[in-house]
Structure formats: C-alpha cells, structure tokens
C-alpha cells in the first residue's frame, strides 16, 4: 500500500496549483471507504493538518489559515486525493504530504510534495 503526493513547484504569490495523492494497493472500496488529509511541514516551522475529507466526502474540515483558498476533494474510482490551492502566499510554502487513515490499519503517510511560492 503506497500514497504517492505530486503537483508541487514553484509559483507565484496570488497562484494556483493542484496537489494528487494517488493510491495504490487499495481495493476501490477499501480506498472509498479510508478518510484521508492533507498535511504540510516547513522548515523551522510546527507542521500540522490543514485539510481532510472523510469517507462520504460529507466532513470536511480546514485549518483557518487556508479555509477558502484550499479544497479537497477526493475521486474514489480513481483512488486519488486532490487539493487544489488558490491565493498562494509565500507562507505556503511547505512540504505537502496526504495521510490515509484506514479503518481496519495504520494511517499511512506519503512521501511529501515541495511547495514554494515566492516572486
């Protein structure tokens, strides 16, 4: 079972990028069923949660600092975890990691996509 994060890079302040979080090793169902959340860490800084979606894609939580800028979303037939970014701020920047937590095992983490938003 693996998550593979892509879509970072460099952009400006004011962009928009896309991040994925593919899934491999899941049954569609088991994928479907698995809440999952997007983390970020910068350098010198407390990383944390900013963004996770459930199950049934009915709970969705932000962290304050992006509610309104970021939105997850998940394709289950895909087993893919999007979060797409809006109004970047040098702030931002950080590497990006997706988290599935399974019902039934241990959450699994990916292995972190570079965001940097600078001029």
């Known amino acids: 079972v693996q998550l593979v994060e892509s879509g970072g890079e460099l952009v400006q302040p004011g962009g928009s990028l896309r991040l994925s979080c593919a899934a491999s090793?899941?049954?569609?169902?088991?994928?479907?069923?698995?809440?999952m959340s997007w983390y970020r860490q910068a350098p010198g800084k407390e990383g944390g949660l900013i963004a996770h979606?459930?199950?049934?894609?009915?709970?969705?939580n932000y962290e304050p600092s992006v509610k309104g800028r970021f939105t997850i979303s998940r394709n289950n037939a895909e087993k893919t975890l999007y979060l797409q970014m809006s109004s970047l701020k040098p702030e931002d920047t950080a590497l990006y990691f997706c988290?599935?937590?399974?019902?039934?095992?241990?959450?699994?983490w990916g292995q972190g996509t570079q965001v940097t938003v600078s001029s």
């Open positions: 988290r599935a937590h399974p019902l039934d095992g241990p959450d699994l």
């Open positions: 090793g899941f049954t569609e169902m088991a994928y479907a069923m698995t809440p």
């Open positions: 979606i459930g199950s049934a894609e009915d709970a969705l």
